[in-house]
């Protein structure tokens, strides 16, 4: 699969920054832009619905990016489109923004929203300040974030009484955190630059539409996606303060590091990936103190929640539950596993972490072993899906976590609609849960929301599978049939393997080229 070339530039003009001795995918012959009408199978027949793939003779479209010749470009479309979509969220969440949440209106209509509820039960409506006058569930800069929209928002309401606080708070974070969405589909079109359509899967995704700013989860989407801009930029100390601020929004980004440093481990780039890792340290740090200190107590209830909390719904834990006493029914008084997990939290925890664990040191694994270096996405797409997978908390909205990452990672759209449409099946089954939780008289069966959730879950491991079988057989990666390399790399992007993994993988006679011939 590997070739040894020099540094150069393709045949569309742009520098590959290929290393000598460097691994090499030729792109597909004569490439500009990829039209998945063309290369999509799945498209591909959908396609025929409206007259068949792209013809030969739209030339506007074949042009090099940024030579289109046509305002309407494949990137403006795909901006368009998001726009649209988050425009669509908020027609969606709007019976629910006036607060006056009656008769269930919040469930039946399916736009509960953590951003409006959260207004008054952190008390940002009597202008209590996060962390510091009341304990907030979220790690530090998401706090920072409700505080600095709501307490402004306080102030102007005790200086305008009729205005409605509440309404005003969640539309100024729907206003911010949908700039968030539209920059992360700006980054992922900078990203794939000759694959621009490829943002259209996040810009059309269902799950974006339903679950947008039930919580601010893209926050901590939108610092994530700047880091791995930074990274692919080669800018590896502003990756990790972005990736660093990221994590301090939500913790999953920062799980992109085991990724970033294992990859660099392979490639011999070790420097660039410390340097991501520790400044990735030091801003969350610097971003946690502040309020870990003189407020520990309340910057802790983050930590203790998720210490307590018993097993949620949705999750792989819940489906167990539910299976229990379905599969091996116990005798009266006796605990399934499941069962006798979520009575034992601490255990509970634990087999969470190590579960997740052994599927981070697998990932790893698979850097290591296979036959070509993976792409930088790919494995940040199955850390984070392991992370959920094997977590006893699946919120609705940690949809948007994996969102940016599967377009990344593996962008066909046949998969990927399938898994979004679990997303919305399961969306519909929670808030019908809620209604019979919140009234007492179930909505539908048991089973139906279990099922829902189990068809999220074999839709996320089945993409697993594809990446890493992407993985395996390398030739099989749509992303490389369009770049040479890793687009997302950074320094990765073209590097040959470092020597040492030459020696162990193959021998020392496989080493052609001393270390120092291959320059940071």
């Known amino acids: 699969m590997s070739t040894q070339s020099t540094a150069g530039i393709d045949e569309n003009g742009s520098d590959r920054h290929l290393r000598p001795g460097a691994s090499e995918a030729a792109p597909r012959p004569g490439a500009v832009v990829d039209h998945p009408s063309r290369s999509d199978g799945f498209v591909r027949g959908a396609a025929e619905l409206i007259g068949g793939p792209l013809g030969d003779h739209a030339v506007a479209l074949d ?22 979509t988050l425009a669509l969220h908020w027609v969606q969440k709007s019976p629910c923004q006036d607060g006056a949440w009656q008769n269930n209106v919040q469930y039946t209509r399916m736009c509960y929203t953590d951003v409006l509820a959260l207004y008054y039960a952190e008390g940002l409506n009597e202008g209590k300040v996060p962390y510091a006058d009341h304990p907030v569930e979220y790690p530090v800069l998401t706090g920072y974030f409700m505080g600095a929209i709501g307490l402004p928002v306080h102030a102007l309401g005790l200086d305008n009484p009729g205005i409605n606080q509440g309404q005003w708070f969640y539309n100024l974070n729907a206003l911010v955190l949908s700039a968030l969405a539209v920059a992360t589909v700006a980054v992922i079109l900078s990203l794939r630059r000759r694959r621009p359509w490829d943002a259209a899967l996040f ?15 893209l926050l901590a989407v939108g610092l994530a996606a700047f880091g791995l801009l930074a990274w692919a930029r080669r800018h590896p100390a502003t990756a990790g303060v972005l990736l660093g601020l990221a994590g301090a929004a939500k913790m999953w980004p920062l799980f992109l590091f085991g990724p970033i440093l294992v990859l660099a481990l392979r490639a011999g780039r070790l420097r660039a990936a410390l340097t991501a890792t520790a400044t990735g340290a030091v801003a969350l740090i610097a971003v946690n103190l502040p ?37 091996s029914p116990s005798a009266p008084g006796d605990l399934g596993p499941f069962e006798w ?39 940040a797409f199955l850390v984070v899906a392991a992370f959920l997978i094997f977590s006893k908390v699946w919120s609705q909205q940690f949809v948007l976590w994996l969102l940016p990452l599967a377009v990344l990672a593996r962008p066909r759209w046949g998969a990927f609609l399938a898994w979004q449409f679990a997303e919305v099946c399961y969306f519909a089954a929670f808030y019908g ?3 019979g939780a919140a009234t007492t008289r179930p909505v539908f069966p048991e089973g139906v929301f279990v ?31 369009t770049y040479a390399d ?10 040959r393997d470092a020597p040492w993994y030459q020696r162990w993988r193959h021998g020392a006679a496989s080493v052609d080229r001393p270390a120092e011939a291959v320059t940071a």
């Not at 909390?309 to 167990?320: A, E, F, K, M, V």
């Not at 189990?454 to 749509?478: H, M, Q």
Request: proline letters at 6%; one cysteine or more.
């Open 63 to 84: 042009r090099p990016p940024g030579r289109e010749g046509r305002f309407w470009t494949a990137a403006r479309i795909v901006l368009a489109l998001v726009c649209l």
């Open 486 to 495: 890793d687009p997302d790399g950074g320094v990765l992007d073209g590097a």
């Open 433 to 435: 849960e809620l209604l």
């Open 341 to 379: 997990l979520n009575a034992h939290i601490s255990t509970l925890n634990w087999l969470s972490y190590l579960l997740f664990g052994l599927a981070c040191l697998g990932v790893a694994a698979l850097a290591l072993l296979a036959p070509r270096r993976p792409r930088l996405a790919q494995l």
């Open 203 to 217: 810009a059309l995704a269902p799950a974006l539409v339903l679950t947008a700013t039930v919580n601010w989860d």
């Open 291 to 327: 309020v870990a200190i003189p407020y520990r107590e309340n910057w802790e209830r983050f930590f203790d929640l998720n210490t307590t909390r018993p097993i949620d719904w949705g999750t792989l834990w819940y489906i167990g539950r539910y299976l229990d006493g379905r599969i």
């Open 451 to 481: 099922l829902a959730a189990s068809l999220r879950l074999i839709t996320v491991v089945v993409l697993c599978g594809f990446v890493i079988r992407d993985i395996l057989r390398p030739e099989r990666d749509a992303v490389r049939d």
